[in-house]
Structure formats: C-alpha cells, structure tokens
C-alpha cells in the first residue's frame, strides 16, 4: 500500500504578542508584543473601545498617534514598556485588583492606520 503524505509545516515558535494589567494600572507588554508592535518606536497611543455603555467589554484598540492630551504615553522600565493607563481600566470598570486581565494582541487597520487589537481575559487573581 503507497501513501502519499503531505508533510505540514509547524510553528514551534509562534509569536504570543500579550499584555497584562498589573496591579498599579500599568498595561505592560510581553517581548513579544514589544518587538511585534514595534514599541521602541513608538510614543503615543490613542486608545478605544466599541459598544454601548453598561455593555461587556470585549477589546480595547490602539492606535499609534501623535502626542495631546487624550494618547497613553508608551513608557519603558528595564527592558519592558508599558502604557500608564490605570485610570483608563477604572473607567472602564475593568477589575485589575481581583483579577488578572490579560490581553491577546493582533494587528489590523482603521482608516489605513495600523490598529492593534487587544481582546480582553480574565482569570481570577490567586491570593497568597
């Protein structure tokens, strides 16, 4: 009996671009989100979100701007960056405290600007 297999190619390796809300506020980035988002090059962020109010909050959209006072400045610390957005995660009754918030990250575009796309999970904060 002949068999003709087709061999797939896989990713050992694929790129997990992810933030995670720290318990300050900070929206910090893995590496791999510093490197696929390009963040040393960037300053400011625009940040959004969809849906009406009082509805769950799914994603949350960055999008690279020009500095004023409504961006989230990017910040570094060692070799991470994070955006201070603390009061952004409280407005948006996002419970960083007793939860851990993390983000899967993905590119796309809005109004031909390149637009990353957070989707939100939440996992319940171990204590102690």
Sequence with gaps: MSINLKF???DTNPVKPKATVHATGRLGFNL????????????NFKVA?????GEE???IYLIHSEEDKSTAKVAKSGDYYYLNVGNLFD???IDYK???VIFDIKKDYY????MYVLKMRR???KKG
Excluded: P, Q, V, W
Aim: zero cysteines.
């Design 8 to 10: 797939i190619e896989i």
């Design 32 to 43: 791999d989100a510093i490197s696929f988002m390009d963040l040393a090059n960037k300053e």
């Design 49 to 53: 979100t969809t849906g009406e109010e």
């Design 57 to 59: 909050l799914k994603n």
């Design 91 to 93: 407005d948006l009754d």
């Design 98 to 100: 007793n939860f851990t």
């Design 111 to 114: 109004d031909n600007n390149e």
């Design 123 to 125: 996992l319940k904060r």
